[in-house]
């Protein structure tokens, strides 16, 4: 593969900027550049810093050099990497340097795209680097590293051996049945049900790996008026949703998000649901239906002051997410023991309520068991779409056993990326930036 380089560190002044290069040769085409006085009589040894000088035709910096041995580096290739002074000009005329002297511009995520072309990492353990550069609140860390550290295909792979091992013994059964021994309807079907078991279990994690991976969502719904927009304010902790005494002010859903104590909570202010003949607020009504279907948690806000009651069947209304009644304006009227007392006014009991909201995500501890990541999730989804035809066409026809059974190890290959198309592979690492 070609030499690649590229700027590592963000565009703009600052203490240091990266300029990295990757593949064989790399190494000789920065010594062209790069001089120390300890190298003068010296091989220049593998992971050590060298403080020295970068020329240019024109320019010069002084930087710090280190050469990375292929193949015990990030991309598998011999990798050398200058520090310098992190001014744009002169991080950009060293790239611009390299680039006249045999070094390619890298693509975006070309480095990590290497590193996995090269094996040393799985495309999900890529994925894990994305996201943890991309992280936005501390479970989206977490989340991240550990699928980084190949917690998923840790997961994926003795499932998909004990697939392979099915698939092996299937097809010499049907290449040579005189020299199998045992009866074909014997000897796996409990191996393809532990199968099923074990992508069932995965998928199980799926609801809450979403919510550590992309935040909780959370639909405030009530009447007008009632105090959805003050308790998203006071969530929020500053006025961002409009707060009016005139029922049906919040027309639109409003998408706002929140970290509270490391996780992400992404809020939907609603329309109050009831009827309307304004059309606007119609649609903000549909759009409150909308959020109740799609929020894991629906606070069903209650006018404590009027002592309101719900009247609304959420479920009903397709809500999946679990509901929690909060009775609001205690400041002004008693508080229900049936239900979670709060006033967005004086912020009594906003946190006990953030609590109850962020517990959804669970413990730490599972972040590492969970499938965060939709392409996973989809995977794992269609491998179990693919086992249950196994186990529903069991003993119909060995051959559509055999295709399920394949499809089946497809997927759940796709996410290490062993049999990834291009196509979702492109798509991942033109998500990273250039130099990464
Ligand atoms: P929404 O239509 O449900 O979004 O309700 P708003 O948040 O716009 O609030 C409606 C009215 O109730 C406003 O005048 C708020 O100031 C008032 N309000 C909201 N929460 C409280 C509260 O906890 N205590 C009191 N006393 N008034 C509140």
Request: proline content about 2%; charged content about 25%; some cysteine.
């Amino acid at each position: 593969m070609s030499i690649i380089a590229g700027i590592s560190t963000p565009i703009g002044n600052g203490a240091i900027s990266i300029v990295r290069m990757s593949g064989e040769g790399a190494l000789e085409v920065a010594l062209r550049f790069f001089t120390c006085k300890k190298l003068r009589n010296q091989e220049i040894m593998p992971n050590y810093m060298y403080l020295g000088t970068f020329s240019g035709s024109n320019f010069k910096d002084k930087c710090l050099f280190v050469y990375f041995k292929a193949p015990k580096t990030y991309t598998g290739e011999d990798l050398v990497e200058f520090h310098l002074h992190g001014g744009v000009t002169v991080t950009q005329k060293v790239l611009h340097t390299l680039l006249e002297n045999g070094a390619k511009m890298s693509g975006n995520g070309e480095f990590t795209r290497r590193a996995f072309l090269n094996g040393k990492i799985s495309l999900d353990e890529a994925e894990g680097v994305l996201g943890l550069i991309n992280a936005e609140s501390e479970t989206e860390i977490s989340a991240s590293f550990s699928v980084m550290q190949g917690n998923v295909s840790k997961r994926i792979r003795p499932i998909a051996d004990k697939l392979l091992s099915v698939i092996s013994m299937l097809e010499a059964w049907f290449d040579y049945p005189e020299e199998m021994e045992d009866d074909i309807n014997t000897d796996f079907f409990p191996t393809i049900r532990d199968i099923q078991s074990n992508l069932e279990k995965l998928l199980a994690t799926a609801n809450q790996g979403r919510m550590v991976r992309n935040g909780v969502s959370v639909a405030l719904v009530g009447k007008p008026n009632v105090g959805k927009s003050s308790i998203l304010n006071a969530f929020l902790r500053e006025e961002r949703a409009i707060v009016t005494d005139i029922p049906g002010t919040t027309r639109d859903t409003i998408a706002e998000s929140v970290i509270y104590k490391g996780v992400r909570i992404n809020l939907l202010d609603t329309a109050g649901i009831r009827k309307s003949n304004d059309i606007v607020e119609q649609k903000g009504i549909e759009r409150s239906i909308n959020a109740v279907k799609k929020a894991d948690i629906i606070l069903y806000i209650l006018d404590g002051a009027l002592g309101e009651e719900p009247t609304l069947d959420l479920v009903k209304e397709g809500a999946r997410g679990k509901i929690y009644y909060v009775n609001n304006k205690i400041d002004k009227g008693n508080s229900n023991p049936n239900y979670i007392n709060v006033s967005a006014l004086t912020k009594e009991g906003i946190d006990e309520l953030l609590e109850l909201i962020i517990k959804e995500v669970g413990n730490k501890r599972m972040y590492g068991e969970m499938l965060t990541i939709d392409r996973h999730i989809d995977a794992v989804a269609n491998a179990l779409k693919s086992i249950n035809n196994v186990l529903n066409n069991m003993g119909v026809s060995y051959d559509c056993m055999l295709v399920d059974l394949k499809d089946a190890l497809q997927s759940l290959l796709e996410i290490d990326g062993g049999t990834a198309s291009e196509k979702i592979i492109d798509d991942i690492f033109s998500r990273f930036c250039v130099g990464k």
